[in-house]
Structure formats: C-alpha cells, structure tokens
C-alpha cells in the first residue's frame, strides 16, 4: 500500500499520524514543517508524491492559527507536486464553532475555513465529530464526517457496570445523547442551562432522572470546562451516585485542568483527536486513540468501500 497510499502530518498531532500509518501498514512520509524566523510557516516535502493518494494529518488545535496555516500550505505543496488526490484528515476541526451568524455582523468563519481548505488543494475531507454536522455542507467537495462513538462506548461498555444515565450538558447535545443512551440501553437526561456570554454558563436544572444512578456527561468537546464542571456539580448535588465524563474533543484551555480537579467528576474519557499538552494533563484524564478508526477508514476510501458502515 506504501506505494499508493502516503500519510503525512504537521505538526499538530504527530503521535495520531503514526499511528495511523501503523493500522495502514505504512510509514509516515518525510516532510519538514518549520518556521522562518518571524514565524512565516515553511514546508518542505521530502519524497515524490506524484500520482499518490495523499492524506495530510492536522487537527486545526493550540495554537490553531499555525496548525491551520501549515495544513493550508501543506495541501497546496502537495496539489502542485502532482498527487493523484490530496485529502484532509482533520481530527479536530478548529472553527466549527463558528458555524452560523448568532448576531449582527459576526462571521462564519467555519465557511471561511472550508474555503480556504478547498482552494488550498483538498480534493476530500475527513473529519471526527463536527461541532455542527451542517459544516459537511460548506464543502463542496466530499466530506467524511466520522464519529468518536465506537471508541467511546466500547470502554464505557467494559469499564460501567451500574445503572446508567447519559447526560446532555446543554439542549444542543440531546441528539448526540439520545444515541449514545440508545446503544447503551441506559436512561437520558439534559442540563437545562442558560449562558450569559461566551465561555460563561450557569446550571439552572436536570430535565430527567439521575437519583441514585452514576452519570455520565457527554459532549462533542471539552475547551474551558465551565459547562461540565457546573453540570457535574448540579448532577452531584441531585443525588447521582457517581459523576463521569466522556468527549471526542479535549481542547482543555485556560483553567479547564483546575475546574475538573475541583469538580465531582471522577474519571473524563477523550480521544486523542487532540494531541496531550504538557499543562492538560491530569490523572483523572483517560485517553482513547482513534487512529485505528482513520486508519480503517483511509483504508476504506482507498478501496471505494463504505465508510459510513462503520458506525452503524
């Protein structure tokens, strides 16, 4: 497959890269991602890639502007040394949460990031967990939009044991619940909350029956905290036997790592769509790869097999 198949990374999530090509039986191709010295990205591509199928590992995460810029100029480094075809593989999507205009002149900027995806040289997109799924439609090219799920409830599955109840922190999340709770055979409830500005939020009640159950809080990601820290202390407070947590995305900026300290939360599973970052690191922590869930899944585009079946 080496030979057809080439995966390259910048420098966002490396570890995710390799152990992509180790599902794929590949190694990582040689490319240099460095910046000159007034911080201007430099891209240097070591290997033909003429007539390949190249996939570009990068998750758009701290510091996002630099990961963005070197998976912009990545993908067109690869467009002009003639690949067969240039995909995308975005773990984390930075931006997503930008999805629409919530007031007067604000920017969409997860349509901006699409564009620019697009003229940079993609020919296709993979992501993990869009924030909102209707960002599939800001491409115009095609975008396989997988899911952190199998990965997450194949280690709730083997580690709980109790009666449980998926907890949506926000009205928004219910469908993401809904499914999890489903497959699960466990019960749903929802955060009812109300947020006065942006990373700020307030706990107001639980729509659903947590007393005496353990609950697990579900999320697609995780930045500052604010909400998950409030919902499992709420959670607490009602009589939950025990507070969990689990998300696709640990973003874990500024005071997130001191909030779930503090919190009643006994154990936050993530995937790795992030990389680990030397000041987002607790033992409370447990992290889950996904990189045989892309590696599977480039295996499948090659081969022009189902991707979606994977999630059924």
């Known amino acids: 497959m080496q030979d057809k198949i080439k ?25 240099a991602v460095k910046s000159f010295s007034d911080g201007e990205i430099n891209v240097d591509i070591q290997e033909s890639v003429r007539g390949v199928e190249v996939y570009v590992v990068q998750s758009v995460s701290t510091p996002c502007n630099n990961h963005l810029m070197e998976l912009l100029i990545m993908l067109d480094a690869f467009k002009r040394a003639s690949a067969y075809s240039v995909t995308a593989v975005i773990p984390y999507y930075g931006y997503a949460r930008q999805d629409r205009k919530v007031a007067p002149r604000t920017p969409i900027s997860a349509k901006l990031v699409a564009d620019l995806i697009t003229v940079a040289g993609a020919t296709r997109v993979v992501c993990v967990d869009l924030h909102a799924g209707q960002i599939q439609g800001f491409f115009n090219i095609p975008v396989d939009h ?6 997450l409830l ?11 109840v998926i907890v949506s922190p926000d009205a928004g999340g219910v469908e993401r619940a809904r499914a999890f709770a489903k497959r699960l055979g466990a019960g749903l409830a929802i955060i009812d909350k109300r947020r006065p500005k942006a990373n700020v939020s307030e706990v107001m009640h639980i729509i659903g029956e947590i007393d005496g159950k353990t609950a697990i809080l579900l999320d697609d990601m995780i930045d500052t905290a604010g909400t998950l820290t409030q919902a499992a202390a709420a959670l607490d407070k009602n009589g939950a036997k ?11 900026s500024g ?10 939360i006994r154990e936050l599973v993530v995937t790795n769509t992030i990389a680990e970052r030397d000041g987002a690191r607790s033992n409370r922590i447990k992290r889950l790869s996904v990189g045989p869930l892309l590696g599977e899944s480039i295996k499948r585009i090659h081969y022009g097999e189902s991707v979606s079946s994977l999630f059924v």
């Open 154 to 164: 194949q280690y709730i599955q083997a580690n709980f044991k109790d009666e449980l």
């Open 242 to 252: 025990a507070v969990y947590a689990c998300c696709t995305h640990a973003v874990l």
């Open 7 to 31: 995966v390259f990374s910048g420098n966002a999530n490396k570890p995710l890269a390799i152990e992509i090509c180790e599902t794929l039986g590949i190694t990582l191709g040689n490319s």
């Open 255 to 264: 005071p997130a790592i001191e909030r779930i300290e503090r919190s009643p």
């Open 146 to 151: 997988l899911y952190a799920t199998p990965v």
